[in-house]
């Protein structure tokens, strides 16, 4: 019996998909400048026992596994490999408990970012993980890159909110990590181990996540600055200060333009850089916080400051860092880099950014998390030059470099992915290198689930 006949034969009807047309919307990610290969089929799963049944299917043919969620990787991460079956997670959505007592919930890995949110919020509750693609991005997939977002200067990342995992290996065999305790130390923390393995040692088919109470509101910052310089020096003030912000975000002039020639939302298209900045901290605090960072930023040349505890003007702003990464890749083929540097050099790495840009002759936007240092620089190259994208890759690589040399990363939550797999070594060295390889060795010795990733 061939893989596909064993493998229709091991999954409920309909859920093996081999019709090329519907195949080939599954063979891409949101990094549309990988060319994504042939996969076999793509099977969609339902339950974790679907998972489990295609798992063994695909081991025992050698076949390898490309599980993907909603495609959103920006890092080649769930792009579909040649005779590959592409393991589709998207149908599992669904919410299963919330916990207020506990302040936990129970979630599949298709369940996407804001419904979750949404769904907590009903109940007073917090999930403060909110990369900017949180309207279409799935927990899953968060869990594989240990995705960050606008709040993580204050509540960390997706690491720091999963509490246990339900997790398919290589063989088939199901395994629960984590506890539902506060603590617990029997074992080896699987759990941290498979957050941010971008799918090579395992398959999430269930996530525990932490919770907190929501904040009872919120006073946010805007600042607009002459110089990129000037708004950078103004974020390594604000991290000496100690303020305890719960967002920081920066976006460049040509981010903030092209934002704005999108949605038309008013901006101040002269200023060369935007900082958003909001603290969610009780009353008066969070209105004294926002203030102190004003001033911090008036002090550090900004052009205007503004506050405001208002919620619809502070979503407004939010939107607009928010809808940056959409507003650019509707202008050509979009090349996203995500690097992340020490606080203090995150003013180093915006001019140099700039200067890499010039240099090259490549248009690029700079925004991101300045609190902690994590930007992403996107580069526009216009559909079918050629040229422009050779020359792009190459401030793409010389960007990742850069960030190195700044004691940074070559990735601060899109993930490795394909993309950036030969800078790997660089940043963690080849003894770290060869450990992780042992891991995933010992993991999944045939080397079918995701393979080409990360390692």
């Known amino acids: 019996m061939t893989f596909l006949e064993q493998l229709a034969e091991a999954l409920p009807d309909g859920a093996l998909v081999t019709d090329p047309d519907i195949v080939e919307g599954y063979r891409y990610d949101r990094t549309d400048w990988v060319q994504p290969g042939q996969p076999v089929g793509v099977a969609f799963a339902t339950t974790t026992e679907h998972v489990a049944a295609a798992v063994k299917v695909a081991a025992a043919h050698r076949v390898p596994i490309v599980p993907r969620g909603a495609g959103s990787s920006l890092c080649g991460g769930a792009s ?98 984590g506890r539902r305790t506060i603590k617990g130390v029997a074992g080896y923390d699987l759990t941290q181990l498979l957050v ?14 932490r919770l907190r109470p929501a904040p009872s509101g919120a006073s946010t910052m805007v600042a607009f600055f ?7 020096d103004a974020v390594a003030a604000i991290a000496r200060s100690g303020l305890q912000l719960s967002l920081l975000e920066i976006m460049d002039r040509a981010t903030v333009g092209v934002v704005d020639d999108w949605k038309h939302m008013g901006l101040d298209r002269d200023a060369a850089a935007l900082l958003l900045a909001q603290s969610d901290s009780p009353e008066p605090l969070r209105a004294e916080e926002v203030e102190r960072a004003a001033t911090l930023c008036d002090q550090a ?63 690029v936007f700079t925004f ?53 797999r030969k800078f790997l070594a ?21 080397g079918i689930l995701n393979p080409g990733r990360a390692l």
Not at 145 to 165: E, F, I, Q, S
């Open 80 to 177: 579909a490999i040649d005779g590959a079956l592409v393991l589709c997670l998207e149908r599992m959505d669904r919410i299963l408990d919330i916990d207020p007592v506990d302040q936990m919930a129970v979630v599949e890995p298709g369940v996407i970012n804001a419904d979750l949110s949404t769904a907590v919020g009903d109940q007073g509750l917090f999930y403060p993980p909110d990369p900017a693609s949180q309207t279409f991005c799935s927990i899953g997939g968060n869990v594989a890159t240990n995705a960050g977002g606008l709040c993580c200067v204050k509540y960390g990342v997706t690491r720091d909110y999963v509490l246990g995992l339900e997790v398919v290996l290589a063989d088939g065999t199901v395994i629960e990590t």
């Open 226 to 232: 002459p110089t990129a310089a000037a708004a950078g």
């Open 196 to 209: 941010g393995s971008e799918g090579t040692l395992g398959i999430v088919t269930r996530v525990r996540v």
């Open 301 to 363: 040349g900004a052009s205007y400051t503004a506050f405001t505890s208002d919620p619809a003007e502070a979503e407004a702003l939010l939107q607009a860092r928010r809808l940056a990464g959409p507003a650019i890749e509707r202008l050509g083929e979009a090349i996203w880099d995500d690097v992340g540097v020490p606080r203090s050099r995150v003013p180093e790495l915006i001019a140099r950014i700039e200067e890499v840009a010039e240099r090259r002759e490549v248009r």
């Open 368 to 420: 991101g998390h300045a609190g902690d240092g994590n930007l992403h620089p996107l580069f526009s190259v216009p559909r079918g030059d050629e040229d422009a994208r050779a020359r792009t890759l190459e401030a793409f690589d010389e960007v990742v470099e850069i960030a190195l040399e700044l004691g940074g990363t070559i990735t601060g939550e899109h993930g490795v992915g394909r993309i950036k």
């Open 426 to 446: 660089a940043e963690v060295g080849t003894a770290n290198l060869e450990v992780q390889r042992t891991i995933k060795r010992a993991l999944d010795p045939a």
